[in-house]
């Protein structure tokens, strides 16, 4: 199923309560908020009226937020070779 | 008598020679357009390698043409990103004619050092060093040997192999970083032990409020010390490949 990606370029500070609500009922809290809508004529709708703010981008599955924060996270650039207490084992 | 001296001084310090017919002057101008900053691209090359011993086998090594070993080259693999926009780290899996050429010499300089990278977070270290990490590894306990695999430079006296620039992330493609194969070196740390910074205490009050609430806090760092610091050399690492 496609997905609207939309991420929030501009702050919503200033303009009309309704402009702000839309910002609202489409979860785009600050900037760079990135949230993902199923793509059906009523969240296109409400794309149209911020679209001057906001940039999308139609994929083809939705993340949530930790999917996203996972997706951002660097390689730990280390792995565990040998463990301090593997000389406390017995050998096998 | 002032004049006369100074006229001989003239005379014996200024010299003046005669220049001969223009038609024997050389056509060149004396002027020039050459830079003679000690920019990279100026030295040329004999002076940059100047402290640098190389010896004849080396020489010879280096101006053999290349000869790829069956499957040197794989192809560059194209990674099947897992999500849209995940940062990319991809790190090298070819034997570039550059490092074909230029690893034996890195690898003849006898001190090393390594640009690693824990967490994304750069650190450049030698053999011997003591790396006090800003965070606590939860996994690591002291006592413990931690491999190191991400690198981006590896470096001695004269040379320096890096990997490419990341790329800032775009609308269209995530965060791409760029290291070093892995199979080029061996880096060793192993966990020495865990300092804390001394304890701070936060006063947390409002106004017009007698209780303060007193936060304390310890943070705890991981100490590695890197005790392994090796740079493989040309026939090791095509070994690597025929391992695969």
Do not use: W
């Amino acid at each position: 199923m496609p997905y609207f990606r939309i991420t929030l370029m501009r702050s919503g500070i200033g303009l009309p309560e309704k402009t702000q609500g839309v910002l609202k009922a489409l979860g785009l809290r600050k900037r760079m908020t990135t949230v993902y809508h199923p793509v059906t004529s009523s969240v296109a709708g409400q794309i149209m009226r911020i679209k001057e703010l906001v940039d999308v981008k139609e994929v083809g599955t939705a993340l949530n937020k930790k999917q996203m924060r996972e997706a951002r996270r660097p390689a730990p650039g280390y792995y565990v070779e040998r463990r301090g207490t593997a000389e406390l084992e017995p050998p096998q | 008598m002032a004049l006369l001296g100074q006229t001989l001084r003239r005379g014996l310090f200024e010299t003046r020679p005669t220049l001969p017919p223009t038609f024997l002057l050389p056509f060149r101008a004396g002027l020039t357009t050459i830079s003679y900053s000690l920019e990279t691209g100026n030295v040329p090359e004999p002076l940059i390698q100047s402290g640098h011993r190389i010896s004849a086998d080396l020489k010879e090594k280096i101006q053999s043409p290349p000869q790829f070993p069956k499957g040197t080259l794989p192809p560059a693999p194209s990674a099947a990103k897992p999500t849209h926009h995940a940062r990319e780290d991809q790190v090298s899996r070819q034997l570039t004619p550059n490092i074909r050429q230029l690893l034996p010499l890195l690898h003849s300089q006898s001190a090393h050092y390594l640009t690693i990278h824990i967490h994304g977070r750069p650190y450049l270290v030698t053999q011997g060093d003591t790396v006090r990490l800003p965070f606590l590894m939860p996994d690591a306990k002291p006592g413990d040997i931690l491999r190191l695999n991400r690198v981006t430079h590896i470096g001695s006296r004269d040379y320096t192999l890096k990997a490419p620039e990341a790329e800032k992330g775009t609308r269209d493609h995530g965060k791409r970083v760029f290291y070093l194969d892995e199979r080029l070196f061996v880096c060793r740390a192993a966990v020495v032990g865990i300092e804390s910074e001394p304890m701070r205490v936060m006063e947390k009050t409002k106004r017009r409020q007698r209780h303060v609430k007193h936060v304390k806090s310890i943070l705890k760092y991981t100490v590695l010390r890197i005790s392994e610091v090796e740079v493989k050399s040309l026939e090791e690492y095509e070994k690597e490949f025929a391992k695969n």
